[in-house]
């Protein structure tokens, strides 16, 4: 079985230009999350989707990052304009919808802008 | 404010020893504990804990929750040197928040 696939695996912007990551979640899996993790901490959560619909997306800089999951499978999350301190690695991970089930992470992406 | 508190922050052993992780949390609805394990690369998942008492293992690795004192431990025995990583303690909620927090990670280095 497929685990969850992100691209692109690098990406080196310049500030100001656009960017975008994309997701295809664990077939089945309903629960669909972002994460954000800087050099030597946690995971940072930014949006978590149940099915197409965004239920937290309380730690999303909306005034740059968007996220979409249309047909509640495949998921993009954009920054535009990108910033310095955007520079981490996003981590996508997919879970089922019901209590007690883990979160399987992709490969993740790593941002770096100069 | 719910917060997951792992320790130490670093860790470094010889190949063979034994390791313990800590993980302690507050958080009001709790619905379960998971163990990852970091690379360079995204985190692997290791255990979920949900009760009390009872050992998960996996080879070298096991690991047990205690939910009346809020934490959970990692144990790694006969370390290797490719047990180096980030170990990552994070708590899912309970209920229709499935949030998962997580701690700042173990980084554990295992020197041959």
């Known amino acids: 079985e497929a685990g969850v696939v992100q691209s692109p695996r690098y990406k080196i912007i310049e500030k100001k230009q656009p960017v975008a990551f994309w997701c295809n979640p664990i077939?089945?899996?309903?629960?669909l999350y972002w994460y954000r993790q800087n050099l030597g901490q946690g995971p940072e959560l930014l949006i978590r989707y149940e099915n197409e619909e965004a239920v937290d997306d309380s730690q999303l800089p909306k005034d740059r990052f968007s996220a979409e999951r249309l047909k509640g499978v495949d998921s993009t999350l954009k920054i535009q304009p990108a910033e310095l301190g955007d520079s981490a690695v996003y981590l996508c991970?997919?879970?089922?919808?019901?209590?007690?089930?883990?979160?399987?992470f992709g490969q993740g992406t790593r941002l770096t802008v100069v | 404010e719910d917060k997951v508190v792992q320790s130490p922050l670093s860790l470094v052993v010889h190949e063979g020893d034994t390791v313990t992780l800590n993980c302690s949390y507050e958080?009001?609805?709790?619905?379960?504990l998971l163990w990852y394990k970091q690379e360079k690369k995204a985190p692997t998942f290791l255990f979920m804990l949900?009760?009390s008492g009872i050992e998960k293992k996996s080879g070298r690795l096991s690991s047990i929750l205690d939910k009346k004192e809020l934490f959970s431990i990692l144990n790694i025995t006969a370390t290797q040197t490719g047990d180096s990583a980030i170990y990552l303690c994070?708590?899912?909620?309970?209920?229709?928040?499935?949030?998962?927090?997580w701690g700042l990670g173990t980084s554990l280095a295992v020197n041959p």
């Open positions: 077939s089945g899996h309903n629960t």
């Open positions: 958080v009001t609805n709790f619905r379960s």
């Open positions: 991970a997919s879970s089922l919808v019901r209590a007690n089930t883990e979160a399987f």
């Open positions: 949900t009760s």
């Open positions: 994070a708590v899912g909620e309970a209920g229709n928040n499935r949030k998962l927090i």
